[in-house]
């Protein structure tokens, strides 16, 4: 395979195939020859891990999809595409492999050929588990005949251009004028590799020429070809990766993007009298986190007029949402109306959606409000008002049903809850002495989660472009917790930095949250486009507990 600029490993490669004939004419030992059970290793090992960055992008692309299919449909489908014939060619690749191996032990094993593939099964392969999905793992090292080629070259060569090795070359190269038309490229671009040059244009040892299928086939052991299909298949998986990635990026800029996506429930009443009926619509809301957005409202009308503006209050937006609050310090029903401005993608200008609503604002019996969220953490002091209306606060008698309730330090008109950890609900009831007698107010169920996961970033955030001095600025991951009102801090531990240099992923695995000096070296080294991947994010929280965080994927402006 040649044509376009080789990575540091397929360069290894070739060298390792020079070697090879080297070693054949020597006629050398058989441990010599396992070198190339190194390289095929290696190469298995480097297809996995691209295999799933090639899902990764199919998953981005499938939620953009999901979102908005009307605009993202025609390219998606075109994915979709890439996709199955990608799958279809890296199938019949790994038959290929089996085949070989089956060639070449041939009445080694069994002279039947149903009990060979079976006994070659059973002696050569081993399940493994790839991604989540169960496939067969094929062990070189124990092949008895990994360095033979007489039945190997029968079965790739034959004659008249009939055997194996021809097939493979047409499967090659039609897969590749495929690829190149959905990324708009000439036959002869070099920007995926899967050349195949017809003719013969390629020289052996001793000068002289023949075609590709030849050169790459004839007397070369096991060993070699089980690698020189592995070196394909980590070329057709590139060229797929390079596909699925043009193809998202040519997704139109002008359009909406969506990152999130989450129910909401919107009621028709938020107060109702006993046998009256609750009425509510249930849909899914879709908006992106990256925007700003800005709320005008006013409170006391029914709908929204263009003159109310110059009055009305102004919130701006975080993470693509805005959240209202208002003072319940009146009973009565409650009515507010706004719009929402936001930049149009299409037409850069502002746009306006109207909105309107109401509420009905009464007295309880109990009240036991957390302060900073609806529901009670584990290890964390949750701060909570308690009171009931009519009484005065030292009157009201709270107690929980498990766990610990006491009065907050601080503020005397707080309370404190504590949960511990294997519960999924507790009740804060509470009592009062009303004209001498005790008089049981109620009680309130609530929740019991572990403190949420931080959200990994850098440089405040977790994917898209960033420029390379930004980067280098930023220098650590920095765990946050968003939307998250407690003043809690979780430590990075360890994580893994990984980019494609020359079609091929290079890993690096660190502790702690800083850049390390060698991936401080290769960010240096980065070229615009490049794309650097922060994952297997690993964090200790205060109370101990360990959590895998989100990847952090970025790219060099």
């Known amino acids: 395979m040649a044509g376009y600029k080789e990575t540091p490993r397929q360069k290894m490669i070739s060298m ?53 299919p009307e605009k993202v449909g025609s390219k998606y489908q075109e994915a979709v595409q890439v996709k199955q014939e990608s799958q279809k060619l890296l199938q ?59 039945n190997t070259t029968h079965f790739m060569i034959a004659n008249n251009q009939k055997g194996e090795a021809y097939k493979l070359s047409k499967k090659i190269t039609e897969y590749r004028n495929f690829v190149l038309q959905k990324m708009n490229e000439p036959p002869d671009s070099k920007k995926i590799g899967l050349v195949i040059k017809p003719g013969k ?28 299909i592995n070196k394909i298949i980590n070329e057709v998986q590139s060229a797929e990766f390079d596909a699925a990635n043009y193809l998202f ?26 046998n009256r009926k609750y009425e509510a619509e249930v849909l899914v809301a879709a908006y992106d986190t990256k925007t700003k957005p800005d709320v005008y409202y006013v409170t006391g009308v029914d709908k929204w007029k263009p003159d109310y503006k110059k009055r009305a209050k102004k919130i701006s937006g975080v993470e693509g949402t805005v ?40 007295p309880p019996s109990l009240t036991v409000s957390p302060l900073k969220m609806n529901v009670f953490y584990i290890g964390v002091k949750n701060p909570v008002s308690i009171s009931s209306p009519g009484l005065a606060r030292n009157k009201v008698n709270p107690v929980i049903s498990k766990g610990k309730l006491y009065k907050d330090p601080k503020n005397k008109n707080q309370w404190i809850v504590e949960v511990p950890k294997g519960l999924k609900k507790v009740s804060v009831s509470a009592s009062a002495k009303i004209d001498g007698k005790p008089y049981n107010l109620g009680s309130v169920d609530f929740r019991v989660k572990r403190v949420p996961d931080p959200t990994a970033t850098i440089a405040g955030m977790t994917g898209g472009s960033m420029d390379k001095n930004q980067l280098l600025a930023a220098g650590a991951i920095i765990p946050e917790m968003r939307g998250f009102e407690f003043d809690l801090y979780f430590r990075i531990t360890s ?29 240096r080294s980065g070229k615009r486009k490049q794309k650097f991947f922060f994952e297997n994010i690993q964090a200790k929280g205060p109370d101990g507990s360990k959590r895998s965080l989100n990847p952090v994927n970025l790219e060099l402006k």
């Not at 441990?31 to 981005?60: C, G, R, W």
């Open 92 to 150: 019949y690749l790994n038959n290929l492999k089996f085949d070989l191996v089956q060639k070449s032990e041939m009445g080694v094993v069994q002279k039947n050929a149903k009990e060979d593939s079976i006994k070659i099964r059973n002696l050569y392969y081993k399940d493994t588990v790839i991604n989540g999905v169960q496939q067969k793992f094929l062990m070189l090292e124990k092949v008895a005949t990994k360095d033979k080629y007489d």
């Open 16 to 68: 390792m195939y020079l070697v090879l004939y080297a070693l054949l004419a020597l006629n050398v030992s058989k441990d010599v020859l396992n070198a190339f059970l190194v390289v095929n290793e290696s190469m298995e090992s480097t297809n996995m891990s691209l295999e799933k960055k090639v899902d990764y992008i199919y998953d981005k692309f499938k939620t953009q999809y999901n979102l908005n």
């Open 495 to 523: 994580y893994s930095f990984t980019t494609l240099i020359n079609g091929d992923f290079f890993t690096i695995k660190a502790k702690g949250n800083t850049f390390s000096k060698d991936i401080i070296k290769r960010i």
């Open 249 to 274: 990026a040519s997704v139109s800029a002008t359009d909406y993007k969506f990152d999130h996506v989450e129910a909401k429930v919107i009621p028709k009443n938020t107060y109702v009298l006993k």
């Open 323 to 362: 959240k209202l609050e208002f003072p319940a310090n009146t009973e009565g029903e409650k009515k507010y109306a706004g719009i929402i401005e936001m930049i149009d993608p299409k037409t850069n200008q502002k746009v306006q959606y109207e909105f309107n609503s109401a509420y009905m604002v009464a």
């Open 201 to 228: 244009v390629y020289h052996d040892a001793t000068g002289t020429k023949e075609d590709w299928e030849y050169h790459n086939f004839n007397h070369t052991i096991l060993a070699a070809d089980i690698t020189l």
